[in-house]
C-alpha cells in the first residue's frame, strides 16, 4: 500500500518514524533574499531623483504632447514601483512620493 506524506519543512521528516519506500521528494526552496548594497541603492535612488527632476522640469519644446503625456506616465510608474521597494534606508522619499501623484 502506498501512502503519501506532505510535509512542509524538513524538521517534520525526522519526525515521521519508519518510510520504507521514498518514491518521490519535493523539495521546494525559499526564495533566496537578494539584499541591495549602498552603491545599488544610491543608484536605485538617482535614477528615481532623475525621474522627479524629469518630471518636475516640465515638457521639453521638441516634445509632442503625446509624447510627453507618456513620458510622464512612465516616469510616474518608476516612481510607484520604487517607492514600494523595502530597501530604503535614510534616503528622502519625499520628492519621489510628491512627483509620482
Not at 37 to 47: L, R, S, V
Request: hydrophobic share 40%; proline share 4%; charged share 35%.
Amino acid at each position: 500500500m502506498e501512502e503519501t506524506i506532505e510535509v512542509e519543512t524538513i524538521e517534520e521528516v525526522t519526525e515521521v518514524e519508519t518510510i520504507e519506500e521514498v518514491t518521490e521528494v519535493e523539495v521546494i526552496a525559499e526564495p533566496e533574499v537578494i539584499k541591495e548594497t549602498p552603491e545599488q541603492i544610491a543608484q536605485h535612488y538617482k535614477a528615481a531623483i532623475d525621474s522627479v527632476n524629469l518630471i518636475n522640469g516640465g515638457k521639453p519644446e521638441w516634445m509632442t504632447d503625446e509624447d510627453w503625456t507618456d513620458c510622464l506616465k512612465r516616469n510616474k510608474e518608476h516612481l510607484v514601483i520604487m517607492l514600494a521597494k523595502d530597501f530604503w534606508t535614510n534616503e528622502d522619499l519625499t520628492p519621489l512620493q510628491l512627483a509620482s501623484v
